[in-house]
């Protein structure tokens, strides 16, 4: 599965010249961080954010002599910036965005405003379904800050062979919650497969469609609040 998150953004240049900008912080051999720059459009750029990281093995033989080797590792994140909305979208990044998003700051002399989204998931389902041009199902679903009653709140995760919406007013009786995470199933180049989508604006598609799939999520993604 290919993980995909988007986040919003308000440029304060154009997407090219955050481009060329980019172009002039790559990764080398000599730094620690930098950027791969594949291609600059008048409304998205694709690159790549790449980290260089030293860490120390510790090996020991069998007498118990240790010997301690330092190692490179390195961390690739890939990204595509768009001018319009949704404006940052990462692929397979790390569960921690800050560096990417620090050095974009840096790109752009911290004018920058990066923000993380909170996303409808029923608008998202429905949007995702008209676009795609098919019913899909909802066959389990997690719901976070459920009123069980005055000061306590539960998670409630829901599973079923249809379509599990249908039975949220049961379980939750008019209570208030979040709903947080669902994973909808779909029929593609003859295939059932499922995708999830969590209300933090992030998505797991098979990696053997993401190209065809990715798109419409992207275009589907509702433009609600940050």
């Known amino acids: 599965m290919n993980r995909v998150r988007w986040l919003n953004a308000q440029w304060p240049s154009s997407i090219r010249t955050i481009g060329n900008t980019l172009k002039d912080m790559p990764f080398s051999e000599e730094s620690m961080d930098g950027f791969v720059v594949e291609r600059v459009r008048d409304d998205f750029i694709e690159a790549r954010f790449i980290e260089k990281f030293i860490y120390e093995e510790v090996n020991a033989d069998p007498f118990g002599k240790e010997e301690v080797i330092e190692r490179t590792g390195y961390r690739s994140t890939d990204f595509t910036l768009f001018a319009q909305f949704p404006h940052i979208e990462v692929t ?4 921690s965005v800050k560096e990417f998003v ?3 700051l840096q790109a752009c002399n911290f004018n920058l405003v990066v923000s993380p989204l909170t996303v409808n998931l029923y608008d998202w389902v429905a949007s995702f379904q008209d676009i795609l041009g098919q019913k899909i199902l909802v066959d389990s679903l997690q719901l976070s800050g459920v009123e069980v009653e005055e000061g306590i709140t539960g998670k409630i ?3 079923g062979n249809r379509d ?3 039975a949220i007013d049961y379980i939750v009786g008019g209570k208030r919650y979040i709903l947080e995470k669902v994973q909808v199933k779909l029929t ?3 295939k059932i497969m499922s995708i999830h989508l969590a209300n933090n604006g992030t998505a797991k598609i098979p990696t053997d469609h993401t190209s065809d799939l990715l798109p419409l999520l992207r275009q589907s993604f509702p433009n609600g609040k940050s």
Request: zero cysteines.
């Open 188 to 190: 593609a180049s003859g």
């Open 92 to 95: 397979n990044g790390q569960r």
């Open 102 to 104: 620090n050095r974009l």
């Open 157 to 159: 995760f829901l599973k």
């Open 164 to 166: 599990v919406r249908e």
